[in-house]
């Protein structure tokens, strides 16, 4: 994705968004790690090798496990997220919202499942890599994070950015085999008609803070994690 230098350019791509009118009062977060961004950084993302396993053969890491697939915008704060070579990522937004505003919501979320692992989903890995991205978390959700849906080593970054965020999550379903998995993801394209019951549509704005998805990620979490009957 080039940087326009006059420019800011938004986080997401343009196919599978939810176009929604941004109030005319914005506020700017510069992102106080990732700072300033002259060029986008593809940095691997290929997970590391499970204990044990051959250097020669890596498996994907969370195969028969339970993984949590995470987006970033429009789920751990506003959609409207956007790049710009001197800013780095802000949010076009007003001034209640901010970077990544939700993501202790989610720590609390996820703290009675200690073996739900997370697998970023989000656009920012094609733009930071996996590893840079996800210091962007908090510790608690950091130590979860097992890889990315994008895998600069397998797989041609152009081809990849025209799947559907659906279509994406689930390749990599197929490739990492998880035992279970859910997806949290504003973006409503892409999705397989039997895996719907597996997404948690967040609001664009308010992301998972929004009661009604809040709820449905409660229930939907204690089902994934709920032992199942042989």
């Known amino acids: 994705m080039n940087i326009d230098a006059k420019f800011a350019q938004s986080c997401r791509p343009k196919q599978g968004t939810i176009n929604h009118a941004v109030a005319a009062s914005v506020n700017v977060h510069r992102h106080p790690l990732l700072g300033n961004s002259q060029s986008p950084a593809y940095v691997s993302s290929i997970d590391r090798a499970e204990p044990g396993s051959s250097q020669s053969i890596r498996q994907p890491r969370g195969r028969d496990g339970y993984v949590l697939y995470l987006d970033f915008d429009g789920v751990l704060h506003h959609e409207n997220c956007l790049w710009h070579p001197k800013l780095g990522p802000y949010l076009g937004a007003p001034p209640r919202y901010s970077l990544f505003?939700?993501?202790?919501?989610?720590?609390q979320l996820l703290e009675p499942y200690p073996q739900v692992k997370i697998v970023l989903s989000t656009t920012w890995i094609r733009r930071y890599g996996v590893a840079t991205s996800t210091k962007r978390l908090p510790e608690a959700l950091q130590k979860r994070v097992i890889g990315g849906t994008f895998h600069s080593r397998h797989m041609?970054?152009?081809e990849f950015q025209y799947l559907l965020r659906g279509e994406q999550v689930f390749a990599d379903v197929?490739?990492?085999?998880?035992?279970?998995?859910?997806?949290?993801?504003?973006?409503?394209?892409?999705?397989?008609?039997?895996?719907?019951?597996?997404?948690?549509q967040t609001d664009p704005y308010e992301g998972i803070s929004d009661p009604a998805v809040l709820a449905n990620l409660k229930e939907k979490l204690e089902a994934l994690c709920k032992p199942k009957t042989p």
């Open 101 to 107: 505003q939700h993501a202790e919501l989610l720590v």
């Open 174 to 200: 197929q490739r990492r085999q998880p035992r279970d998995w859910l997806a949290l993801d504003d973006d409503y394209e892409g999705w397989p008609k039997t895996q719907l019951h597996r997404w948690v």
């Open 156 to 158: 041609r970054e152009d």
